[in-house]
């Protein structure tokens, strides 16, 4: 396995499970902030490396009038913001070449949308940036089809790779997850992370946005880790039926600590 670095933290091998976590998408600098630092001392607290999670911009909504996010510029500034102030390493979605010098001057992540994760051209500009990348399995591919992605990232030299399972697509408006991709993925050597907020989503389950059953992922979280999985990929907010995004299935902040504390003894007998 594979031992991948984003800033200090190490991801794979023997090191305990990753946390990357925060709110779907940036409401507000204060929003951020708050969620930051709220994420930031629970980590601390627990000992779990955490990287801090929120996108500038979410240009695969359902509909054309849901909130996308203040965009670029603006975005990356209050990212920024989150990384000088806290110290913490940051991830956000890239969803277009254009975006990505900029992105990359302070993302430690790029983060390759499930979606996008067959488009060559926005994988090997991430992937030539330099930095890690974190690449989502597509609902619509196999474990065994990230071989090719892989390649992709490779063939520019860059080889801190993150692989990110967020269940597969079972009929209309559902996903389901195959923990087998989990092991199945590693076999690539490169660390694999679970996120569990979309696993559980129900893209377009609600018509003009998408549905979720948050209620199941502390279980699946669970089965996850006690797969294997090197890391957690959860969207926390603090009012979640208030969320300007993904609200149906992210996890109300002040319930995440009781899901960590579960994961880490699983993890740990396990291991």
């Not at 396995?1 to 709110?23: T, W």
């Not at 955490?50 to 500038?56: G, Q, T």
């Not at 500034?77 to 975006?99: F, G, Q, T, Y």
Request: hydrophobic share 40%.
């Amino acid at each position: 396995m594979k031992e991948i670095k984003v800033g200090k933290i190490k991801i794979g091998g023997d090191n305990p499970f990753v946390l990357i976590a925060g709110p779907c998408v940036i409401e507000s600098e204060a929003s951020v902030m708050r969620h930051a630092k709220t994420l930031k001392s629970l980590t601390g607290r627990l000992g779990i490396p955490f990287i801090y999670k929120s996108s500038y911009d979410k240009a695969n909504r359902t509909s054309v009038d849901s909130f996308r996010g203040p965009g670029l510029k603006k975005g990356l500034a209050i990212l920024e913001r989150v990384k000088k102030e806290l110290k913490l390493p940051i991830l956000s979605d890239v969803h277009c070449k254009a975006d990505i010098k900029e992105a990359a001057k302070v993302l430690d992540v790029l983060q390759i949308p499930a979606f996008l994760s067959r488009q060559t051209d926005l994988i090997i500009a991430a992937a030539e940036s330099g930095k890690a990348v974190n690449i989502k399995k597509g609902q619509f591919l196999s474990p065994w089809d990230m071989n090719n992605v892989i390649k992709k990232i490779e063939s520019t030299g860059n080889k801190n790779i993150l692989l990110t399972e967020r269940g597969v697509s079972f009929g209309y408006n559902n996903l389901v997850s195959d923990f087998r991709a989990i092991l199945i993925m590693k076999e690539s050597g490169y660390p694999v992370i679970y996120d569990a907020t979309h696993s559980v989503q129900m893209p377009g389950g609600l018509g003009n946005k998408s549905g979720g059953e948050s209620r199941f992922i502390p279980y699946l979280s669970a089965a996850a880790i006690a797969c294997g999985a090197n890391g957690i990929f959860v969207e926390v907010h603090e009012d979640p039926a208030g969320a300007l995004s993904d609200g149906p299935n992210m996890v109300r902040l002040k319930d995440l600590e009781g899901i960590l504390i579960k994961l880490k003894k699983i993890e740990k007998a396990v291991k």
